[in-house]
Every structure is written in C-alpha cells, then in structure tokens.
C-alpha cells in the first residue's frame, strides 16, 4: 500500500536550516508531481512547495519564497524540503503528497518543525 514517510525535523533556532526528507513507496512516485505542506497548531494544513515529475519546475508559497527550496530523486522515490532563514512561524508539522486529479494519498505522520530560541 502507499506509504509516505516524512523525517528530518526537529528544534532550531531562527535563522537556522533543516532539510526534511519524504520517502514514497506503493506508487509510481517518478509520475506525479509531489508537494509539500504543513499544519501549524489550531490552523488548516496549507501548501508549502511543489515540484513537478521530472522536477523542472517548482513553486512555492509566498511565506516561504526565497527560503525553502524543493527537490526530488526518483531513483530514491524521495522528495526533500531544504528549509534556511527558518522564522518561528515556519512552527508546524510538515507533510509531503502526490498531486493526483483523484486526490491526495492518506497522509503520513508528518515531521514536526519547531523554531524558537
């Protein structure tokens, strides 16, 4: 069955950098273009960066424009999310997805992000 796996997070300081990773298995990941999201506590979960099946082309969410950078290998079926300038507002546990017409993939656990000093 699908699987999505997300790891790398953890307790930074701001201004510090993380690189989540997001491990896909069950699904032809090198087809769909894949993205990530996140939820921040008592918010809805929202889109954070998006990369398309062979990875030439990427957008992100203006909040994080110019800070996180998206990538994938899929010959690792691995998306990763490399996030610097991280500000207190990036607190937010961070999921990956494939972009499907029929709709998303049951989500994973997610990866938890906190930045604080």
């Known amino acids: 069955q699908v699987q999505l796996v997300e790891s790398g997070g953890g307790l930074v300081q701001p201004g510090g950098s993380l690189r989540l990773s997001c491990a896909a298995s069950g699904f032809t990941f090198s087809t769909y273009p894949m993205s990530w999201y996140r939820q921040a506590p008592g918010k809805e979960r929202e889109f954070v960066a998006r990369?398309?099946?062979?990875?030439?082309?990427?957008n992100y969410a203006d909040s994080v424009k110019g800070r996180f950078t998206i990538s994938r290998d899929n010959a690792k079926n691995t998306v990763y999310l490399q996030m610097n300038s991280l500000k207190p507002e990036d607190t937010a546990v961070y999921y990956c997805n494939a972009d499907r017409p029929t709709g998303w993939f049951r989500w994973g656990q997610g990866t938890q992000v906190t930045v604080s000093s």
């Open positions: 990369i398309t099946w062979s990875g030439g082309s990427t």
